[in-house]
Nanobody, 133 residues
């Protein structure tokens, strides 16, 4: 079974740091891009950062550039999101997702970016991040 287990959320004061982990299993990790997304109450889900395990490309949302860093430990099939300089507006449930880097029909490389993740990709359960002011 495919599993994406996100953990590491918590309550932190503004300016603080957290590191989220996304442990993947049940699919060929090397053939996917892993992304972090978040959804705050009453708001739409938004992309935060993603990394292609296939080609190493990284994409960040403008709102987190310079504060968040995404990385992967391919030996552990795990992707991390280091979050520094947290702001109250970063409060949300954070989810990780996996999107295949190869188009299943054309077999062409997709070069996944945040905007390319779809509802029918693999999605994990979320972890709550709360930043107090």
């Amino acid at each position: 079974d495919v599993q994406l287990q996100a953990c590491g959320g918590g309550l932190v004061q503004a300016g603080g740091s957290l590191r989220l982990s996304c442990a993947a299993s049940g699919f060929n990790f090397d053939d996917y891009a892993i992304g972090w997304f978040r959804q705050a109450p009453g708001k739409e889900r938004e992309g935060v950062a993603c990394v292609s395990i296939t080609d190493g490309n990284i994409d960040y949302a403008d709102s987190v550039v310079g504060r968040f860093t995404i990385s992967s430990d391919n030996a552990k099939n795990t992707v991390y999101l280091e979050m520094n300089g947290l702001k109250p507006e970063d409060t949300a449930v954070y989810y990780c997702a996996a999107a295949p880097e190869t188009d299943p029909i054309s077999a062409q490389a997709r070069h996944i970016r945040l905007r390319d993740f779809k509802a029918n990709d693999y999605w994990g359960q979320g972890t709550q991040v709360t930043v107090s002011s």
